[in-house]
C-alpha cells in the first residue's frame, strides 16, 4: 500500500526551509568566525585599537560589554597581525595610578620610608601620565630620586630625574625635549634642569617572515589567499553561492509545480500505467 502524497504547501514549505538553512551556512561561511582580541576597556581606548585595525586593513567591530566597557573583536585568522599591530602603536595604553590611588589609607600607621616611597612612585605615576599624552608616544617613564640629607660632615644627594620615551617612528620629538626638561624640572622640588635626563628611543617595526606573508593575505571566507587574488575569489564565491541558490529554487518549483500535481491526481491505491499504441 503506498503512503499518501503530502499536500503541497508542505512540499512547499519544506523546500523552502532548506533553502533558508542553505543561506544560513552560506553567510555564516561568509562572515568567518570572530574572536575577541579586547575584552572590556574603556570605549576611547577601544577607538584608538578600532582606528588603528582599520588604518592596517584589518576588520575589526566594538561589542558591548558591562559597566560602560567594550570589547574589540577581529577575524579568527587576523589575530596574529592584529596584535602585531597594537604592540606597534603601543595599544592599549597603560594604565596610571594617580595620587589619590597610591596615597590611599590602607593601615593605621606608616612609617617615613613608607609615605616617602609611595610619595615617588605617586610622581613618577604622574608624570609618566602626562608624557604619554604627548602625540607619537608609546610608553613613558620617569624615574625620580628625591634629595637625601647628608650626615654631619657629608654632602647630602639632590634631587635627579630620567625621562625614557618610546615613540613611533616618524615622530621627531628632540624639538620638545626643553618643553619636556621644564615640566618634570617644575614638578619636582629641588631639581634642576642640568639634573633630568631624557632618552628618546624610535620604534622599529620587527619585519618577520609570517608578518611579511600575513600583510599579503587577505581572508577570504575564513581562509587566507593572496590580496592581489581575493577580491576575484570573493566574486566567483558569491556567484557560484547564487547559482546554488537559484538552482534549488528551480528545484522546488518544478517539484511544486509538476511533480506533485501528476502525483495527487493518481488515485490511492492505484497503479500508473502507461497505454501502449496497438
Same mark, same amino acid.
Given at each position: 500500500?503506498?503512503?499518501?502524497?503530502?499536500?503541497?504547501?508542505?512540499?512547499? !514549505?519544506?523546500?523552502?526551509?532548506?533553502?533558508?538553512?542553505?543561506?544560513?551556512?552560506?553567510?555564516?561561511?561568509?562572515?568567518?568566525?570572530?574572536?575577541?582580541?579586547?575584552?572590556?576597556?574603556?570605549?576611547?581606548?577601544?577607538?584608538?585599537?578600532?582606528?588603528?585595525?582599520?588604518?592596517?586593513?584589518?576588520?575589526?567591530?566594538?561589542?558591548?560589554?558591562?559597566?560602560?566597557?567594550?570589547?574589540?573583536?577581529?577575524?579568527?585568522?587576523?589575530?596574529?597581525?592584529?596584535?602585531?599591530?597594537?604592540?606597534?602603536?603601543?595599544? *592599549?595604553? %597603560?594604565?596610571?595610578?594617580?595620587?589619590?590611588? $597610591?596615597?590611599?589609607?590602607?593601615?593605621?600607621?606608616?612609617?617615613?620610608?613608607? %609615605?616617602?616611597?609611595?610619595?615617588?612612585?605617586?610622581?613618577?605615576?604622574?608624570?609618566?601620565?602626562?608624557?604619554?599624552?604627548?602625540?607619537?608616544?608609546?610608553?613613558?617613564?620617569? #624615574?625620580?630620586?628625591?634629595?637625601?640629607?647628608?650626615?654631619?660632615? %657629608?654632602?647630602?644627594?639632590?634631587?635627579?630625574?630620567?625621562?625614557?620615551?618610546? #615613540?613611533?617612528?616618524?615622530?621627531?620629538?628632540?624639538?620638545?625635549?626643553?618643553?619636556?626638561?621644564?615640566?618634570?624640572?617644575?614638578?619636582?622640588?629641588?631639581?634642576?634642569?642640568?639634573?633630568?635626563?631624557?632618552?628618546?628611543?624610535?620604534?622599529?617595526?620587527?619585519?618577520?617572515?609570517?608578518?611579511?606573508?600575513?600583510?599579503?593575505?587577505?581572508?577570504?571566507?575564513?581562509?587566507? $589567499?593572496?590580496?592581489?587574488?581575493?577580491?576575484?575569489?570573493?566574486?566567483?564565491?558569491?556567484?557560484?553561492?547564487?547559482?546554488?541558490?537559484?538552482?534549488?529554487?528551480?528545484?522546488?518549483?518544478?517539484?511544486?509545480?509538476?511533480?506533485? *500535481?501528476? !502525483?495527487?491526481?493518481?488515485?490511492?491505491?492505484?497503479?500508473?500505467?502507461?497505454?501502449? *499504441?496497438?
Amino acid at each position: 500500500m503506498n503512503a499518501p502524497a503530502l499536500p503541497s504547501f508542505l512540499v512547499a !514549505r519544506r523546500l523552502w526551509q532548506s533553502l533558508v538553512v542553505v543561506l544560513c551556512a552560506l553567510l555564516l561561511a561568509a562572515c568567518g568566525a570572530r574572536v575577541d582580541l579586547l575584552g572590556a576597556v574603556p570605549e576611547d581606548e577601544a577607538n584608538d585599537v578600532l582606528a588603528a585595525l582599520l588604518k592596517a586593513d584589518i576588520p575589526a567591530q566594538k561589542t558591548p560589554g558591562k559597566d560602560g566597557q567594550v570589547g574589540v573583536q577581529v577575524d579568527s585568522g587576523q589575530v596574529g597581525r592584529a596584535l602585531e599591530i597594537l604592540r606597534e602603536n603601543g595599544l *592599549p595604553r %597603560e594604565r596610571f595610578a594617580g595620587m589619590g590611588q $597610591v596615597f590611599k589609607k590602607e593601615g593605621l600607621i606608616s612609617s617615613p620610608l613608607e %609615605e616617602r616611597a609611595r610619595y615617588i612612585y605617586a610622581l613618577s605615576q604622574e608624570l609618566s601620565n602626562t608624557l604619554s599624552k604627548i602625540d607619537g608616544v608609546l610608553a613613558a617613564r620617569v #624615574h625620580v630620586v628625591l634629595p637625601e640629607r647628608g650626615t654631619a660632615g %657629608e654632602a647630602g644627594v639632590p634631587s635627579t630625574a630620567a625621562v625614557f620615551i618610546k #615613540h613611533q617612528d616618524g615622530y621627531n620629538l628632540d624639538i620638545i625635549q626643553p618643553q619636556i626638561r621644564r615640566l618634570v624640572t617644575n614638578s619636582i622640588p629641588g631639581l634642576t634642569a642640568d639634573r633630568v635626563s631624557v632618552i628618546f628611543v624610535g620604534a622599529q617595526p620587527r619585519a618577520t617572515p609570517a608578518a611579511a606573508a600575513a600583510a599579503q593575505t587577505a581572508s577570504v571566507w575564513g581562509f587566507d $589567499v593572496p590580496r592581489s587574488t581575493a577580491g576575484g575569489l570573493s566574486a566567483l564565491l558569491w556567484s557560484l553561492a547564487a547559482l546554488l541558490v537559484l538552482a534549488l529554487a528551480g528545484l522546488g518549483y518544478v517539484v511544486w509545480r509538476y511533480l506533485l *500535481p501528476a !502525483r495527487g491526481n493518481t488515485p490511492p491505491g492505484a497503479v500508473a500505467t502507461t497505454a501502449r *499504441p496497438v
